[in-house]
């Protein structure tokens, strides 16, 4: 398990846009393979179950390392928080996909298979 805690930045909402809301925060050095992962963050003394994706965002040309985490069953405004997110299980390694509609399907069976765990 590694564990990041940072602040929770603005990014392109292009999760949103898919149904799936991230959590931003910059990971820059933190000693992490790239890919998805089961996760959990801890907002307030509470666990919420979460997937997380550390990496550079190939597929909508991202530049900089991020850690993006979709929190399940969450809604609230998380921007300027600092919060813990603990990657707990690498599902699957970042990858590029040709379309964007390609990485919804792909968010939607990750999210399945992670919610399921």
Known sequence: MVTVEGEVI????LGRQMGFPTANMEVGGVDIENGVYLSSVTIDGRVWRAMSN???RPSVDGRSR??????????GDLYGRVLRVD???KVRDEKKFSSIEELKNQLMQDFN?????
């Open 10 to 13: 603005h990014g392109a909402k």
């Open 54 to 56: 550390v990496g550079v």
């Open 66 to 75: 991020l850690l993006e985490t979709h929190i399940f069953d969450f809604q």
């Open 87 to 89: 990657l707990l299980r």
């Open 113 to 117: 298979q992670i919610r399921s765990m």
